[in-house]
């Protein structure tokens, strides 16, 4: 996902194309912000412009910038000139739209599919926006921000009881200890008032080997 730099077009006219630098230190990017109806024109001309040859798609998704809308963002890479550039527009939350690019980046496919069924985000032109992660009966998209986590509905947040535990108190299952691990109780030291620990061998002395008794009489062995 992106991170930081999206104030850098906040407050621009609509309908205005504005360059920026991402927010990430070392790890910034270039920005140009289009409007939604440009949005597939600005990844051609990145793609076929010389200068900025950005042949290769990495990556494609949203944020959900609240009453602004979400703003898309698609990252693309130059394999030949190797600078990166993030191509970003805002489109509103009702009728959220923008053109597909899956005819200029086929790998964009699965990207917007994905974007579509998290965000809501409807692309024009894609040839089947079909559900990517979700059941198809799954309701709502996950990573709008008024969307209710049912999780955090059905019990508190982070969770009351931890895997194996219930109300009635069933006991959890003994974790399982690798080889050589001692006891929590049979190292470091003990507290005031508990008890001893049993006496351990020394390291390399073996436990007597149990006798064993001879054949009766009359037997042989095989």
Do not use: N
């Not at 003994?174 to 005031?192: F, K, N, Q, S």
């Not at 620990?197 to 020394?202: D, K, Q, S, V």
């Amino acid at each position: 996902m992106p991170d930081g730099g999206t104030e850098v077009a906040a407050g621009q006219p609509q309908g205005a194309v504005t360059a920026g630098v991402s927010g990430g230190q070392s790890y910034a990017r270039a920005t140009v912000d289009v409007p939604p109806d440009r949005w597939r024109e600005a990844l051609l001309a990145a793609r076929d412009d010389a200068e900025l040859a950005c042949d290769f798609f990495d990556w494609l998704s949203a944020v959900d910038e609240a009453a602004d809308g979400f703003r898309v963002v698609a990252h693309l890479w130059s394999t030949t000139h190797r600078h990166g550039v993030l191509v970003r527009t805002l489109v509103p939350r009702d009728g959220s739209r923008v053109d597909s690019v899956v005819d200029v980046f086929p790998g964009a496919g699965w990207h917007e599919r994905e974007t579509y069924e998290m965000f809501g985000i409807s692309f024009a032109g894609h040839p089947d926006l079909a559900p990517l992660l979700l059941p198809p009966e799954f309701e709502g998209h996950p990573l709008r921000k008024e969307f209710v986590l049912a999780s955090r509905v059905a019990k508190a947040w982070p969770g009351a009881k931890e895997p194996g535990e219930s109300e009635a108190g069933t006991a959890r299952r003994a974790p399982i200890r690798p080889p050589g691990v001692p006891a929590p109780g049979e190292w470091g030291r003990l507290p005031p008032g508990a008890p001893a620990r049993p006496a351990r061998r020394p390291p390399g002395e073996r436990p007597a080997a149990r006798p064993v008794a001879p054949p009766e009489s009359g037997e042989e062995r095989a």
